[in-house]
């Protein structure tokens, strides 16, 4: 769907290697070969890319066990963020999405606006009302 909307998608492109900047937080990816899962230009803003990496977590895992979904959900937006939220907008100069769903089909509050926006883009480049749409 992103492909219909989008120019220039790509899954798992390379990011720009850091050449002396400064990330925020240590636990951002900082390899020269670091990855994203999905790329395209013109999602968010025009003509800039836009970058998603996805994560699916089971909020049955212990560690989710004593705390809200809500809650779980932006713990593992957040950690996304940090890996790869500060490179993105200094290096590559594109925005950071993170793309957080569970096992059992729920998804991060980022996710929902990313897919708002997606439905958004499609209903306005088909000229039809958005609750027209259908998957595929």
């Not at 500060?86 to 509050?109: A, C, E, K, Q």
């Not at 996710?111 to 595929?136: I, N, W």
Request: net charge positive.
């Amino acid at each position: 769907m992103l492909r219909e909307v989008c120019r220039d998608v790509t899954t798992e492109p390379t990011l720009l290697p850091l050449n002396g900047e400064h990330v925020q937080y240590r636990t951002a990816n900082t390899t020269n070969d670091a990855r994203v899962d999905v790329s395209a230009r013109g999602f968010w803003t025009r003509g800039q890319r836009a970058f998603m990496d996805i994560r699916i977590f089971d909020p049955m895992a212990a560690c989710y066990q004593r705390i809200p979904l809500e809650a779980a959900h932006q713990k593992n937006e957040r950690e996304k963020i940090r890996s790869y939220g500060d490179r993105i907008r200094n290096v590559d100069h594109g925005t950071f999405t993170p793309l957080v769903f569970t096992t059992s089909g729920g998804m991060g509050p980022k996710a929902k606006c990313f897919y708002s926006r997606l439905a958004d883009v499609m209903a306005e480049k088909k000229h039809q009302p958005r609750a027209t749409l259908s998957p595929g």
